[in-house]
């Protein structure tokens, strides 16, 4: 997908163009104190579990404790703003995810430019939005799904963990590149939406794997279809739903941001220690133990992830006319 020139050099700008002092200064000085990582949302969640396996492995090798604080409420607004409020110095860094990009187009009105207020640091770990439906739904393959819902218009419920949460907007992309109508029904979090799903009281949720993949395994769900552009080692028996619908890919990340202006040479410390963990085998099992595969690289490449999600959801929830809740 080609990137927005402006949105591109905005956060490759702040990934690189950032203040440049000794190395001696930061590299080896930082960090001399703890260091908050801020979760946007409740524990339990992919953020959440994911910052704290980042955050273990970065106090282990910098010996410093690198706390996770959960500062949950406005659609993970409010925690990304306590990060763009503090100082730029390391001490307050930012867990973030998929739902930054969805927020950039779902809210009318934010208090803060996450493209020019963040800078990327390093990204984590990609895992696939999982489609499944109760098994009392006669469908069990794509083609089955889409063709049952045309002949059924506006006759099957689309669970998802809210207005604008990354289920729903993947649901909608799904909605939009397959031409069918889904009723879209928000609930408070994936929990809920997948236990209304066990219980029949709605067909279909395209949630992250970790959130169902026990569900599914067990027969007590059935997945149609992976989201990410391949299929999944943790569900190799099912296919990529870009099988059925070329180009489409979906998929929750996560990754590590500090507010804009923050030194150079801890951006490239802290993503340099992030992409060593990344390459171990404990923790990288741990991250596949989510069914997720990790995704190493520069600032400037998470830098890009980032511009291509906030382009991509854009237009689905434009596409959508999806509102918060």
């Not at 799904?145 to 907007?169: E, L, Q, R």
Request: hydrophobic share 45%.
């Amino acid at each position: 997908m080609k990137l927005p020139r402006r949105t591109f050099l905005h956060l490759a700008g702040g990934a690189a163009a950032l203040p440049v002092l000794p190395r001696v200064a930061w590299a080896q000085v930082y960090p001399t104190r703890p260091v908050r990582i801020i979760v946007p949302f409740a524990p339990g969640g992919l953020n959440d579990i994911a910052a704290r396996l980042i955050g273990q492995w970065l106090s282990q090798r910098l010996g410093q404790q690198f706390i996770i604080e959960n500062r949950t409420g406005g659609g993970g607004n409010i925690g990304i703003e306590v990060v763009v409020r503090a100082p730029a110095d390391g001490y307050t860094l930012l867990a973030v995810g998929s739902t930054a990009a969805i927020n950039a187009t779902l809210y009318e009105r934010l208090n803060y430019n996450f493209i020019r207020d963040i800078v990327p640091i390093a990204s984590f770990i990609r895992v696939p939005q999982v489609m499944q439906v109760n098994p009392s739904l006669p469908v069990k393959t794509i083609t089955e799904f889409i063709a049952y819902a045309k002949a059924t218009p506006g006759k099957i419920t689309m669970g998802s963990g809210g207005n604008g949460s990354p289920a729903h907007v993947t649901g909608e992309l799904f909605k939009m590149m397959a031409g069918i109508d889904l009723v879209h029904v928000p609930y408070r979090g994936a929990g809920p939406a997948i236990a209304d799903l066990l219980g029949g009281q709605i067909q279909v949720t395209f949630t992250d794997m970790p959130a169902s993949i026990a569900y599914i395994k067990a027969g007590k769900l059935r997945a149609l279809g992976v989201a990410t552009a391949m299929r999944s080692e943790a569900l190799p028996d099912i296919p990529a739903i870009r099988e059925f619908l070329p180009g489409f890919e979906a998929s929750q990340w996560t990754g590590l941001c500090a507010p804009k202006n923050t030194p150079r040479e801890i951006v490239d410390r802290l993503n340099a220690e992030v992409n060593s963990g990344l390459a171990d085998p404990m923790l990288k099992a741990r991250f596949a133990d989510l069914g997720g595969v990790v995704l190493p690289g520069s600032p400037t490449e998470f830098a890009a992830l980032i511009a291509e999600e906030t382009e991509k959801w854009g237009k689905v929830v434009k596409f959508s006319g999806a509102k918060p809740q």
